[in-house]
């Protein structure tokens, strides 16, 4: 049955490249792919999927089903690019649209491979060797909203048994870090206008309020557990120097290992946007923009996957991809793997030396980092509270490629990024199939996750009311 799936995989490989490279040409921003979601909904339609498209009162979100009954086996699929990363096919910096979005992240690559796993699935089912229903996710905008959380609320996972997902990455390996819970969110202050010169007494600065702010949000620093983070941007500072500013605004994000830490941060630094409209005389008005939760994995779907990746292997790269990625690296920062190198374990660190030297990796490596923290957000961490999820990376870039940059796009639109994703497939779909045909293994899942969130249920980081962003 596996190896049904496998060669079910390699027989879509020509339609996945496609689906893959057009997606990559269209480079569309988040609540914006609309080419995009109509060519993964149109390919999932042909294959005979059940499709409910504007889920969630979101236009390019969706989600496709095949089969009937239980388990519902979910696999989620991006597809959203970043800005201003438009790169040609090469080991150059070069645009293909200048100052044009571009795939930095892969997820081309990330919603195809999940698309060429519920094909595969999908034949199984038609041949009667398994049985339940195999479910594609389509889930725009992750790189900036939770979007997967509005899909949460409207009760669109509420019926899923395992959830499965993986990344674009420079490695073959089973992920087992969690990420940073966050919230995004922008403080408008309103004063009153006045001649700076002439006229400042009658002036109540907005600007000043921002920047007060943010001094207080500086000083707040020392106070934090180390590994939380603000970052903060100033949208609107006013117009002219001669005119006081009666509107201006910043835009935060608080990040924090866990989703109660960043609850707390927050309830904080409004009480710091409180005082410094008190001092200034403003009013002062919070926009809430997007929230998240920190992931959790389930041990019994991380170990259905290791047993997966182990069963396909590794991308198989060329020559041709050896010799293209050994000039990209050229490209990349000597110091981009020190991060890296310090989630590694004393006894490990030979071995990693010898895989980091390479410019790509070739074999499957152990997992690195349980327990820790990657210093990053992801909406898959909402889904990871609400049912058992697993998540794993294979090699689809140049190793030490930073994240969400020009070399990224550039693997990600060639043969390089090809062979991850389809390796990726076959990771997904083997995966699926295995919890198909051993309910033991779903109930196993259920009940650990079960176990890990009896006193943490997963409760909405989104307020009420709160509409996804494409509306404001």
Known sequence: MFKQAIKSVKANQDLLIDVSDQIWEFAELGFEEFKSSKLLIKTLNSAGFSIKSNVADMPTAFYADYGKGKPVIGILGEFDALPGLSQKAQPSRKALIEGAPGHGCGHNLLGVASLGAVLSVKELIDLGDVNGTIR???????????????????????????????????????????????????????????????????????????????????????????????????????????????????????????????????????????????????????????GMYNTMYTNIVSDVISNAM???????????????????????????????????????????????????????????GKGKVMPGSTDVADVSWKIPLGEFETACEVIGSPGHSWQNVVTSGMSIGHKGMLTAAKILAISALDFMINPDLVEKAKKEHGNSHKDKPYKSPL???LKPPHHR
Request: proline share 6%.
């Open 136 to 290: 594609f996710y389509g889930c725009p905008a992750e790189e900036v909203f939770n979007t997967k959380g509005y899909m949460i609320r409207e009760g669109l996972f509420d019926d899923v048994d395992i959830a499965l997902t993986w990344h674009p990455g420079n490695f073959n390996m089973l992920n087992l870090m969690s990420s940073l819970a966050m919230n995004s969110v922008k403080f408008k202050f309103h004063g009153r206008t006045a001649h700076a010169a002439g006229d400042p007494q009658n002036g109540r600065s907005a600007l000043d309020a921002v920047e007060l702010m943010n001094v207080g949000a500086n000083f707040m620093r020392e106070h934090m557990i180390s590994d939380a983070r603000l970052h903060y941007v100033i949208t609107n500072g006013g117009d002219v120097p001669n005119v006081v500013p009666a509107e201006a605004e910043v835009h935060y994000f608080v990040r924090a290992p866990q989703r109660h830490q960043v609850e707390e941060l927050y309830d904080r630094l409004v009480n710091v946007a409180k005082g410094a409209s008190l001092m200034t005389d403003t009013t002062m008005e919070i926009s809430f923009i997007s």
């Open 310 to 368: 182990q069963k396909v292997g590794a991308p198989k790269f060329n020559k041709d991809d050896i010799a293209f990625a050994n000039e990209l690296k050229k490209s990349i920062p000597k110091d981009s793997l020190e991060g890296f190198y310090r989630l590694i374990p004393p006894d490990m660190i030979e071995m990693a030396k010898a895989i980091l030297s390479q410019p790509l990796n070739k074999i499957r490596i152990p997992p690195i």
């Open 463 to 465: 307020p009420e009311g």
